[in-house]
């Protein structure tokens, strides 16, 4: 069995198109790439979640005296919020249960619960929210 080989020109040209068209998309290919990891000041400046699948994740920062409900980006029966502090101590009120909780504690919230995340301390909060279905 004879073994074509193919010219060295003709690898060389394609070689050359495929860096041109990873050097114009290069921007998009880079963020394709690099979306397994964000920065924390990236997920809260977006004010919106990340999602990836069927999980969404947030960074909330909770103000001092300034409630803060809490809203499923899930919406399915089934969803459920896990929420932790990474930051200073807040009260929660789910439903009717209310508790304070602080840095390290985590709590969840089923689908059609309500939650309000209230920080009564005197430095800023944060909150860290996964949002499942």
Request: net charge positive; hydrophobic share 40%.
């Amino acid at each position: 069995m004879k073994m074509l080989k193919s010219p060295k020109v003709r690898f060389s040209s394609i070689f050359v198109v495929l860096l041109r068209h990873i050097v114009i998309l290069g921007c998009s290919l880079l963020t394709i790439s690099l979306d397994i990891a964000y920065s924390s000041a990236y997920i809260r400046d977006r004010h919106k979640p990340i999602k990836v699948g069927k999980v969404a994740f947030s960074i909330i920062s909770i103000q001092k005296g300034k409630p803060t409900k809490l809203a499923s980006y899930v919406k399915t029966d089934s969803a459920m919020m896990v929420c932790s502090v990474s930051k200073g101590r807040v009260v929660v009120s789910v439903e009717k249960n209310d508790f304070g909780i602080g840095e390290g504690g985590m709590w969840r919230v089923r689908a059609g619960e309500t939650c309000l995340v209230r920080n009564d301390g005197d430095e800023e909060a944060t909150i860290h929210v996964t949002d499942c279905a």
